[in-house]
């Protein structure tokens, strides 16, 4: 016997299917995994059953979605009377109505005068400073109103203020 490469001997290319993976003993017995009879018709019975079921539940809550009901107020059309502004002050509600972050509805109570600062890009009422999530840089944060837009208005429930996050303990001056 000589050490040339060729003359080892070299596995057989291996067969399709399972003992081509497997070794033979292995392949012999996965063969015989199979369907060996029919399914019956109380399998297409709850096919077609629980078919029905999700096509009625989902008629059901696609006819059920709509606006919100009470206490939700309509305020406006987001699109028109709050999307190009970054900071609108609902007198009705004592409210301000956010966007320049992520859509928030400010309860009025603890703010006087609520603006954006591009230069910053934090809110500001003249002496404190908030970051777009309404975070409190030095002050207490800013309690929100649930708010939702349902075909392009704005709707608000002034009956329930959510408190801010944890503020941040390091003031910052305002930049504007």
Not at 17 to 22: A, F, T
Not at 28 to 40: E, M, Q, T, Y
């Amino acid at each position: 016997m000589s050490d040339h490469p060729d003359d080892h001997d070299t596995p057989p290319d291996p067969d399709f299917g399972p003992s081509g993976y497997l070794p033979e003993r292995a392949s012999k017995r996965a063969r015989k995994i199979v369907l060996r009879a029919p399914l019956g018709l109380q399998w297409i019975i709850a096919a077609a059953v629980f078919g029905i079921i999700v096509v009625v539940a989902g008629v059901l809550w696609l006819g059920t979605s709509g606006p919100p009901t009470a206490p939700y107020v309509a305020v406006g059309s987001f699109s028109d009377d709050f999307a190009t502004v970054p900071v609108t002050h609902l007198d009705d509600l004592d409210a301000w109505v956010v966007t320049a972050g992520p859509l928030m509805v400010v309860a009025g109570a603890d703010v006087d005068a609520l603006t954006y600062c591009e230069d910053s890009r934090r809110l500001q009422d003249g002496a404190r400073v908030w970051d777009l999530a309404g975070r409190g840089l030095g002050t207490d944060s800013l309690q929100t109103h649930p708010a939702v837009v349902h075909d392009g208005t704005l709707y608000v429930d002034p009956t329930v203020t959510r408190p801010g996050a944890r503020p941040a303990p390091d003031p910052e001056p305002p930049a504007c």
